[in-house]
């Protein structure tokens, strides 16, 4: 209870400092991950470009260590999946150019198509323990089963859209959850299917073997 106090009044007191705002937030999150009121000002910093995309993956993630989500939290967390890949295949191109550019040097520019967040240091621990657990706590057949017999094609959609981005679209749970609302439910189809076109199955840079 002090934590979430201390946020809202440093968030009153420094209205204009929306770094030291986030930070604040972010501690309440560390202290209690199921802090959704402390997820959401973090969601609206983002929305409002003052927090960045990798950095709210994060504060996610250890939301859904806590819980098992909600469609708001799954949708963003995609969506900020989708901003990191996308970034990362732009910086690709640039590289790309310029390789075509210095055709003497072509191999002299290295490009790693891995997020920091995923490659370095205890975060990139973190990421291959979430790698391993998140296949049975959020993507399990069980759990899969679950929500298709409550008809939750909207949670589905967003929780299969961030797993092509962490597994690949060749992941199990994307497939039946992209046939699933193929038949069921095609509002949320272009969502999923653009996530899928656009992903880069961040975990399978964590270890040489499959995940699925």
């Known amino acids: 209870m002090l934590g979430r106090l201390r946020a809202r009044l440093q968030e009153c007191a420094e ?12 501690g309440v999150i560390k202290k209690d991950p199921t802090c959704r009121r402390s997820l959401s000002r973090l969601m609206d910093l983002h929305q409002r470009g003052y927090y960045a995309p990798d950095r709210l993956v994060e504060v996610i993630s250890l939301h859904l260590e806590a819980t ?6 799954w ?16 910086r690709a191109s640039v590289c790309m150019n310029v390789e075509q550019v210095e055709k003497d040097q072509r191999h002299s520019t290295r490009f790693s198509r ?16 979430r790698s391993k657990w998140w296949l049975n ?15 939750e094609w909207e949670l589905m959609s967003y929780k299969a859209a961030s797993a092509a ?16 609302t193929q038949e069921h439910n095609k509002t949320v ?7 899928m076109e656009n992903s ?6 964590l270890t040489k073997k499959k995940l699925f």
């Open 75 to 90: 949708r963003e967390f995609a969506s900020c999946l989708l901003k990191i890949s996308n970034c990362i295949e732009d």
């Open 137 to 151: 706590r959020h993507f399990s057949k069980h759990v899969l089963t679950s929500e298709t017999k409550k008809g």
């Open 189 to 195: 189809l272009s969502f999923l299917q653009t996530h």
């Open 200 to 205: 880069l199955g961040f975990f399978s840079y």
């Open 15 to 26: 209205a204009k400092d929306p770094e030291n705002i986030s930070l604040c937030f972010e």
């Open 114 to 129: 891995m997020p920091a967040m995923f490659a370095e240091g205890v975060s990139k621990k973190t990421w291959k323990l």
């Open 165 to 180: 981005h962490l597994y690949g679209r060749d992941f199990e749970y994307v497939g039946k959850v992209h046939a699933f």
């Open 68 to 73: 098992y989500g909600d469609v708001i939290s």
